[in-house]
Structure formats: C-alpha cells, structure tokens
C-alpha cells in the first residue's frame, strides 16, 4: 500500500487553523447589540474589554454640513475572551477596521459595530483597534456633533459620542484621549486636554491635543471654528483658556474674567481643582443646555448676552458647570442611575454661590423644592433609581429629581450629620475617587463612615422612595401631592 505524502507542518496548520475559522464563521450568530447592563441605557457599552486610550483623527475641509474623514484608534484590554467585539458606533460610514494590524471583518447592528477579528482574543490580551470611517454632523437633533454659526462643537451627554467616534460609550470606562484635527489654516481648533502639537500639513493645519486624566466619552469635545483663544491664570498657575466667537471677545470678557475667583472659590468648598487646565467654550449655537465636557465647558452664547439674566444667575450656572469637573468629570458614575450624584453636587453649589453672591435664600429654594419633590419623583422615579427617558428623547433623563431634586438629598444629608461632618464627606469624596467612577452605594458608605453610625437606612428613603422623607430639622416642611393630567 503505497504512503500518503504528509503536508509540511506549516501548510498543514494553515489549513487546520483554516478549516477552523471556516467552522466557526458558519457557526457564529449574526451580530447583535450588546451593553453592559445599564438599566438607563440597556445596549450602551460594551462587555469584555477595558479601553485604556483613544486617538482620534478627524479632517475639517470647512464645510460643518459635510462628513468629515476620521481614524480613531482605540488601545484596550480584553478582559473577557472576544470572538467579536463591540463598538457603539452611529451615523458614519465605516471604510475598514484593523484588529491588532490585521484586517478584520465589521458590520452594524443597531448602533453597535460589530468587529469580527481574524482569531479570538483571550483574558489579558492588549488590542489595538483602528477604524476608518466618517464622523456626520448631520441629524445632531439627538447629540454628537452640534453645528455653531462658524463651526463645530460636540454634546455628546448622555450617549451620544458614538455618533462622534466609533468608543466604548459609557462612563464606567474612562480613558485618555489624543485629538489630531486638520483644519485649513483660517480655522481655529481646540479640543479637552492641552496642546501638544501644531503643524502645518500642505495647505492645512493638523492641531493635537492630549488629556492629562482619563475621560468619559459622554465629556469629550472638539471645538472647531473662526474662534479667539483668551488665556489668563487660575489659582496655583492653573492654565486657564476660553474659546469664543472671535467677535464677541470684548463682550464676553466681562463674565469670562470671573472664571478665577469661581476656580478659588470651589476649591475652598472641596480641595484643589482636579485637571491641567480649565475654560469656557462659548458656542454661538441653540442648545436649550450648558455641558461640563472635561477641562472646556460648552455654553450657548445666549447665556451671556441676553439682557434678562441677572449677574447672579449667570454666574451660578457657571459654577453649576465648573462644580461637575469635581462631581462628574473626575468622578464619573458608575451607572446613569447615580446621575444624582453628578446633577446634585452641581446643583448644590450653583445654589450655595446664588446664597453668597447673590442673596438667594438656599433654605428657601430648598424648601420649595421639598414641596415639589412628590410630584417630580412621581414623574420621573426616586433620585437614584430614575425612569427610562421615553424614545427619542433620550437627554429625558436630565430631569428636575436629578438637579434640585438631588440637591434635596443632600440638603437633608446636611441637616441629618450636621455641617461639619457633610463637608468632610464632600472633601474626601473627591479626593478618595479622583480619576475614577463611583457609585450610590459608595457615597452611602463613605458617608456612614464619617457620620460614625450606619446612614443606609437614610438614603434607602431619600434616594429610592416613591415619597419623600421628613426633612430633619423641618417638620413643618409639607410636599404637594403630585398632579395628575
């Protein structure tokens, strides 16, 4: 019986590792969504790995209605063993996806891309993923890029940068992020972070900029436009930079100059300022809404310039903003139903520099609020464990339980410990979940710890009951029963 000729070993592992890729591709399901379980957001984020970092490249021909070329890099861990991984990812068109240098195979399930790599990826294995795509400022009705009267800037709360940049969109996995932004030379770019780089590319300008701390993707943001960069300094020598229409900069000058002595003033309520550099980035578009994106926080032009807002009004929302760079920005919830945790810091603040600045009674808006508090949590939930927002709507969730609602809490957390304890717990609050996410249960802990005595049973009332608690110290606060259409 004559011998079979054998294959060669490396011919023969080709074809085994070929065969086995063929099995499995025919076996594999078709691509599906997935998230991590957010019961805001159920198909946001993605499970099995860890970004560490993003770079993102984007192309500016000067035109906001037009899409824009994009390369976003993303370097990541796997934390679980991966056939596919998922992106959340929306409104671009994908040219090809890279997996650690080899090209993989992709595809879209809802607002998930869905990357299939040549082989699996284990436990523990680094991951490089690159994605060449378009990033669309059209159809911005529902976040991600938003048009200004010369340029662009983004919004991406609460889950919108995936309609940006292919990215893990959710804010229990922070990274650090470098923008490259070629724009034609007339064009100003600023981005989260400081500048590292400016150079000239033929005709145009490539503008990088880097984050010295992680970041939520929902935090990221590109300013790009016919803007002035004003600079001054902070406390401690902190760079501070402001982005505005290039001509309202003597019109701004008078609120942006208050920016210091906010910075000073919020240090003096919780410690240092926790990022490299800090500014407004004043856009000249319609809102409806300020955002605390990382280091540059975005207003509505109107803010500043329409006559009927007092001084005193302005400047808290300016301190409501510059307050989530503690609460929200350096720690980030670890799900969006601890929303209450960023909205009713920033909420408390902007009413206690309303107090000192302004002379806005805090105890009386908070009685007010108490009186309200019934029917919010009725149409909204309990601060902690807030409703869906309905379809298409999904920034529903910004609502008045989660702003003076939560300020509430934590008014009634300040009667319950007194004010010396509450401000050790705002102070190591900050410090002890710096750069990091947090959680409900956390603060709950933390408080109890300073407190000496176990406060569970406080927030379980305040933060997750249908109804709200007595206020201590005010029993004859009353709370309207809610109203019904």
Known sequence: ?????????????????????????????????LGIGDPLFPHLGNPGYHVLSYDIGLTYLGDNRKPMEAVTTIDAVATGGLERINLDFARGQVHDVEVNGQSAEFASADEDLVVTP????????????????????????DGGWVRTTDGLVMANQADAAHRVFPCNDHPSDKAFFTFHVTAPPDVTVVANGLPTARERHGARIVSTYRTSHPMATELAQVSIGHSAVL???????????DVVPAADKAKLERWLKKTPAHIAWMERQVGTYPFETYGALIAGADTGFEMETQTLTLFERSLFVRPEFPEWYVESVMVHELAHHWFGDSVSPRMWSDLWLNEGHATWYEARYAEEYGKRSMEQRMR?????????????????????????????????IVYDGSALVLYALRQEIGTRAFERLERRWVRDHRDSTATTADFSALASEIAGRDLSGFFTAWLYGEKTPPMPGHSDWHSQPPKHA
């Open 368 to 400: 007010n609020a108490y009186a309200l508090s019934d029917g919010w949590r009725a149409a909204g939930g309990p601060p902690a464990k807030p409703r869906q927002a309905a379809p298409g709507q999904k920034i529903g969730i910004f609502r008045p």
């Open 231 to 241: 600079h001054r300094e902070g406390p401690h020598g902190l760079p501070i930079r």
């Open 1 to 33: 019986m004559p011998l079979t000729p054998r294959r060669p070993r490396r011919l023969r592992a080709a074809l085994l590792a070929a065969a086995a890729a063929s099995v499995v591709a025919a076996a594999m399901p078709a691509p599906v969504p």
């Open 118 to 141: 040549e082989r699996p990826v284990y436990p523990g294995e680094p991951l490089r993923i690159t994605v060449r795509h378009t990033s669309d400022p059209n159809g911005a009705r």
